[in-house]
Nanobody, 128 residues
């Protein structure tokens, strides 16, 4: 059974930082491209970032470029999202997702239907 479990969310002031983690089990981690999505109340789920199998290929939503960094540790089966300079508009529930693909692609990394497995999410709340 595939499981993805997010952690690291919380309450932070604007301008602060958080690091999200996503641990996985039940899949061959290095065979999957991985993504972070978020969903704010009343809004659609949006793609935040994606990373290919090797960790070299990454993509970001324009809204987070320069502030967020996605990384992965294939020895620990863990995905990370370092979030700096947080803004109130970053408030959302953040989800990690996996798809059996080598790369992320700039034209579809933010399409939720392209991902096969999902975690339950972790809440990030940024106060101004």
């Amino acid at each position: 059974q595939v499981q993805l479990v997010e952690s690291g969310g919380g309450l932070v002031q604007a301008g602060g930082s958080l690091r999200l983690s996503c641990t996985t089990s039940g899949l061959i981690f290095r065979d999957y491209a991985l993504g972070w999505f978020r969903q704010a109340p009343g809004k659609e789920r949006e793609g935040v970032s994606c990373i290919g199998r090797s960790g070299v290929n990454t993509d970001y939503a324009d809204s987070v470029k320069g502030r967020f960094t996605i990384t992965r540790d294939n020895t620990k089966n863990t995905l990370y999202l370092q979030m700096n300079s947080l803004k109130s508009e970053d408030t959302a529930k953040y989800y990690c997702a996996a798809r059996q693909d080598k790369y992320c692609y700039s034209n579809d990394f933010n399409i939720a239907e392209r991902f096969d497995h999902w975690g339950q999410g972790t809440q990030v709340t940024v106060t101004s």
